[in-house]
């Protein structure tokens, strides 16, 4: 789970990196209270979907749902407090009401469940400014890991670029060297036959003039 958590930080991490530059051309006011308006209803439908499954899970006395639900909570709170810290926080703190409220039904569910006690203990209590600090600096870390990642990925594209290069100029390399062997074969072959030529040539002269001797009776 708190992969999952930390992969869903990562993901709004990107959101707002690659919001960033945006933000730089001011939004019209009405456009701004319109956003603004939207991500109020959409984190009030979100608070009422966890409330009504945390229900859920005390009424089925299951530990580790709530567990899972809490941890959806913070995701979710992630994903507001990229576009609004306080509408997060608000969030944050109506589920954390009630949990509250509900604090005997909970412990009912959780009994000697230790993990789940403690999970659930330090979201409830944790004030609402503690909880949204820890959730920017996982959405930091897992920016950082974006960019990491990004790094690694320039490098390695970059170390295949030379690598292939690098395999262009051995196979230049080899066929130079083969050309090159080539070439020495073919001289070779020549010098012999001009070696042969003449040593041939050579032969047959003396030969001719050694039968021109035996006929003037040399």
Same mark, same amino acid.
């Given at each position: 789970? #708190?992969?999952?958590? @930390?992969?869903? +930080?990562?993901?709004?991490?990107? /959101? @707002?990196?690659?919001?960033?530059?945006?933000?730089?051309?001011? =939004?019209?006011?009405?456009?701004?209270?319109?956003? /603004?308006?939207?991500?109020?209803?959409?984190?009030?439908? /979100?608070?009422?979907?966890?409330?009504?499954?945390?229900?859920? *899970?005390?009424?089925?006395?299951?530990?580790?749902?709530?567990?899972?639900?809490?941890?959806? &909570?913070?995701? $979710?709170?992630?994903? +507001? @407090?990229?576009?609004?810290?306080?509408?997060?926080?608000?969030?944050?703190?109506?589920?954390?009401? +009630?949990?509250?409220?509900?604090?005997?039904?909970? $412990?009912?569910? !959780?009994?000697?469940?230790?993990?789940?006690?403690?999970?659930?203990?330090? +979201?409830?209590?944790?004030?609402?400014?503690?909880?949204?600090? %820890?959730?920017?600096?996982?959405?930091? =870390?897992?920016?950082?890991? &974006?960019? %990491?990642?990004?790094? %690694?990925?320039?490098?390695?594209?970059? *170390?295949? !670029?030379?690598?292939?290069?690098?395999?262009?100029?051995?196979?230049?390399?080899?066929?130079?060297?083969? %050309? =090159?062997?080539?070439?020495?074969?073919?001289?070779?072959?020549?010098?012999? =036959? !001009?070696?042969?030529?003449?040593?041939?040539?050579?032969?047959?002269?003396? #030969?001719?003039?050694?039968?021109?001797?035996? $006929?003037?009776?040399?």
């Amino acid at each position: 789970m #708190k992969k999952v958590l @930390f992969l869903a +930080f990562a993901a709004v991490a990107i /959101s @707002f990196a690659s919001c960033g530059n945006k933000a730089k051309d001011a =939004a019209p006011v009405d456009e701004v209270v319109v956003d /603004s308006a939207a991500l109020v209803e959409e984190a009030n439908a /979100s608070v009422d979907e966890m409330i009504t499954k945390l229900t859920e *899970g005390i009424e089925a006395k299951d530990a580790n749902k709530l567990q899972e639900i809490v941890e959806a &909570v913070k995701a $979710k709170a992630a994903e +507001f @407090f990229a576009k609004n810290p306080e509408i997060a926080k608000e969030y944050l703190t109506k589920v954390q009401n +009630f949990l509250k409220e509900n604090a005997e039904k909970v $412990k009912a569910v !959780v009994g000697s469940n230790a993990a789940v006690s403690t999970a659930l203990a330090a +979201f409830t209590d944790a004030p609402v400014d503690n909880v949204v600090e %820890g959730l920017s600096e996982y959405l930091n =870390a897992g920016k950082e890991a &974006v960019e %990491g990642a990004a790094e %690694g990925v320039k490098d390695a594209a970059e *170390g295949a !670029v030379d690598a292939a290069k690098e395999k262009a100029a051995d196979a230049v390399n080899d066929v130079q060297k083969k %050309g =090159a062997d080539v070439l020495d074969a073919a001289q070779k072959k020549a010098n012999e =036959a !001009v070696d042969n030529a003449q040593k041939k040539a050579a032969d047959e002269a003396s #030969k001719a003039v050694g039968n021109a001797a035996k $006929k003037l009776g040399l």
